[in-house]
T-cell receptor, first 112, second 114 residues
Framework: GNSVTQMEGPVTLSEEAFLTINCTYTATGYPSLFWYVQYPGEGLQLLLKATKADDKGSNKGFEATYRKETTSFHLEKGSVQVSDSAVYFCALSGTSYDKVIFGPGTSLSVIP | DTGVSQDPRHKITKRGQNVTFRCDPISEHNRLYWYRQTLGQGPEFLTYFQNEAQLEKSRLLSDRFSAERPKGSFSTLEIQRTEQGDSAMYLC????????????FGPGTRLTVT
């Protein structure tokens, strides 16, 4: 079945450091891929998405590229801020299903 | 900004009791989803509705769980004879039919079964 694997956390970075959170997926067909973010005390929010191979999703300085050949969707940001501290979930939605399948989440802490 | 709302935000109950949670989706969204999230894990799909019709249920949804969306607006999730393993965050999300993958999540109801 469809599944998502992402790097284990927690990840701790200094402000302005470069961020990469790895995500790989297993799916039949051509799923849509997502990154969701959960800030402390808040609900899940869609951060960015990509719906086909080689698409790049971007938002708030974050970006991720849909790589079908490596079944990956790594999240990157060039310079993180303290306000980026949150849990990040990689997720997919298959072409036949409307439910979203989430990875286990990666906790990010950015220190000043 | 009227996003997805859930009530209650927290519920503590004793094992064996029944509990009911409510979700109010974004008003124009005709799809509504329920997920469960345990500590340190991502949300897991439970069920979803297209208007008032329940179209899919996960195997996680045992017969102690029932969800309804009687008028195609708000939804309720009931758990009968709660067990300690039911302790989790229950999340509701909604979307438009034409954009089912763009789901907007509510803040969740945290259930603790003692």
């Amino acid at each position: 079945g469809n599944s998502v694997t992402q790097m284990e956390g927690p990840v701790t970075l200094s402000e302005e450091a470069f961020l990469t959170i790895n995500c790989t997926y297993t799916a039949t067909g051509y799923p849509s891929l997502f990154w969701y973010v959960q800030y402390p005390g808040e609900g899940l929010q869609l951060l960015l998405k990509a719906t086909k191979a080689d698409d790049k999703g971007s938002n708030k300085g974050f970006e991720a590229t849909y790589r079908k050949e490596t079944t990956s969707f790594h999240l990157e940001k060039g310079s993180v801020q303290v306000s980026d501290s949150a849990v990040y979930f990689c997720a997919l939605s298959g072409t036949s299903y409307d439910k979203v399948i989430f990875g286990p989440g990666t906790s990010l802490s950015v220190i000043p | 900004d009227t996003g997805v709302s859930q009530d209650p935000r927290h519920k503590i109950t004793k094992r064996g009791q029944n509990v009911t949670f409510r979700c109010d989706p974004i008003s124009e969204h005709n799809r509504l989803y329920w997920y469960r999230q345990t500590l340190g894990q991502g949300p897991e799909f439970l069920t979803y509705f297209q208007n008032e019709a329940q179209l899919e249920k996960s195997r996680l949804l045992s017969d102690r769980f029932s969800a309804e969306r009687p008028k195609g607006s708000f939804s309720t999730l009931e758990i009968q004879r709660t067990e300690q393993g039911d302790s989790a965050m229950y999340l509701c999300a909604s979307s438009l039919t034409r954009s089912p993958h763009e789901q907007y999540f509510g803040p969740g109801t945290r259930l603790t079964v003692t």
